[in-house]
Nanobody, 126 residues
Framework: QVQLVESGGGSVQAGGSIRLSCAAS??????MGWFRQTAGKAREGVAA????????YYRDHVKGRFTISQDKAKNTVILQMTTLRPEDAGIYFCAAAGRDVGWLNCGTSAGFFGFWGQGTQVTVSS
């Protein structure tokens, strides 16, 4: 059974940094992603990583500010967020594809992922 547990959310001022972690168990496949959701809106992809090739993918609005990485020994995916903006605020969800895919298919389309964590809140004040 797949379980994804996020941690590391919190509150910062604009320009600050937050590090999110997602501890995974069970068969998660080789594609992991992070998504953000705000009230009344659909989940928006932020970044993904092909854990087999260790290749990241970023949405344009986070390029240069966020870094997605993995700790294979701990079966953990990390999202390091820097230079945070108020518009980055929301609930951040970790997701796993639950199957093996090629790197080109490991992106940030929510429908691609079969397993989700419970989410962690990130607040950014201006």
């Amino acid at each position: 059974q797949v379980q994804l547990v996020e941690s590391g959310g919190g509150s910062v001022q604009a320009g600050g940094s937050i590090r999110l972690s997602c501890a995974a168990s069970g068969y998660i496949g080789n594609c992991m992603g992070w998504f953000r959701q705000t009230a009344g809106k659909a989940r928006e992809g932020v970044a993904a990583i092909h854990t087999g090739d260790d290749r990241p993918y970023y949405r344009d609005h986070v390029k240069g500010r966020f870094t997605i990485s993995q700790d294979k020994a701990k079966n953990t995916v990390i999202l390091q967020m820097t230079t945070l903006r108020p518009e980055d605020a929301g609930i951040y969800f970790c997701a796993a594809a639950g199957r093996d895919v090629g790197w080109l298919n490991c992106g940030t389309s929510a429908g691609f992922f079969g397993f989700w964590g419970q989410g962690t809140q990130v607040t950014v004040s201006s």
